[in-house]
């Protein structure tokens, strides 16, 4: 047998853990993941390079019912990674029963092609749940197979990443291979401070915050970034900064730490606040903000 590679596209209801379970094929942390809802906004490619094979995951958006423009490029992303997927893992978490997870189940039913039912968080579940989750699933999905998982505690994970390799069909690599994504540092940047920004702030404000890197300088010791942290109206803008400043300066402190590990050097993080009125509405600015 030749070269291996292949799409291996991860799908899923929010939060259910796709982008820790990306994070854990890789043995890296690449993309963000937070204990809210809808952190991932963008389909992210993450690349497992071996001597004879290429594993191109995706990270996806959780598939829900797109209620504004930001939200419909989210399920855009998903149905854009129905496509091109060489084997399809659909996520699930412990709990989470079939009949609960429409969006997921139709678009898990069109798919033709290998696929894998991950019921993750297993951590949380008793045997006995465990169990009646796997076989609802099951039931539901009779052609895929289904794998309890935790993500979180690589709970399955080396199995099914050999799993995945030897369902990939012979293929040359897509990606040279030294490559770990398809997105750039400015992009992993801006996903690192708007993890700080899910975790620090509640409510609207991180649905409604967007983050762009205007500048990404290297010198010898240090690497200088400006960033601006956009929300869509003057009160959310109030609320980043807080009073004099704090809530903003550990904002600051928490992304520049974030971005220290993943760059591995020492970095000075200039952050700026801005409005820019209700630009998760608005098709042309979701553009020029790379949805
Ligand atoms: N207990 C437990 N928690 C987990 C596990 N996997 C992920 N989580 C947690 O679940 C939360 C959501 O994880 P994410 O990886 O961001 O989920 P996601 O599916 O990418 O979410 P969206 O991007 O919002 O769709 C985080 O707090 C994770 O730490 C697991 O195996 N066990
Ligand atoms: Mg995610």
Do not use: C
């Amino acid at each position: 047998m030749g070269h291996r590679a292949g799409y291996v596209n991860i799908i899923g209801a929010p939060n259910v853990g796709k982008s820790t379970l990306l994070n854990a094929l890789l043995g890296e942390r690449l993309v963000i993941a937070t204990p809210k809802a809808q952190t991932t906004r963008h389909r992210i490619l993450g690349i497992l390079n071996g001597d004879d094979h290429q594993l191109v995951l995706s990270d996806t958006p959780g598939i829900l019912e797109p209620q504004y423009p930001l939200q419909a490029s989210m399920m855009k992303a998903v149905d854009e990674a129905l496509k091109d997927a060489d084997v399809l893992l659909v996520m699930v978490e412990h709990g989470q029963l079939p009949d609960r997870a429409e969006g997921v189940l139709q678009r898990a039913r069109r798919f033709k092609g290998p696929m894998l039912v991950l019921v993750n968080k297993i951590d949380l579940g008793d045997q006995e749940g465990v169990a009646a989750m796997l076989g609802a699933w099951h039931e539901a999905l009779p052609e895929a197979e289904v794998l309890p998982v935790s993500a979180l505690h690589g709970f399955h994970v080396p199995e099914l990443r050999e799993k995945l390799v030897d369902l990939l069909p012979e293929h040359p690599p897509y990606f040279p291979k030294d490559e770990l994504s398809d997105r750039n540092t400015r992009f992993f940047i801006s996903e690192f401070i708007r993890e700080q920004v899910l975790e620090h702030y509640k409510q609207e404000v991180p649905y409604s915050t967007q983050v762009v890197v205007n500048s990404f300088v290297e010198e010898p010791d240090i690497v200088k970034i400006q960033a601006d942290v956009i929300v869509m109206r003057e009160s959310q803008k109030g609320i980043l900064i807080g009073r004099q400043g704090t809530a903003l300066r550990r904002l600051g402190t928490a992304a520049r730490k974030a971005i220290e590990r993943f760059l591995g050097s020492k970095v000075f993080l200039d952050l700026r606040v801005k409005v820019d009125p209700d630009w998760r509405e608005d098709a042309r600015k979701l553009k020029r903000y790379g949805y």
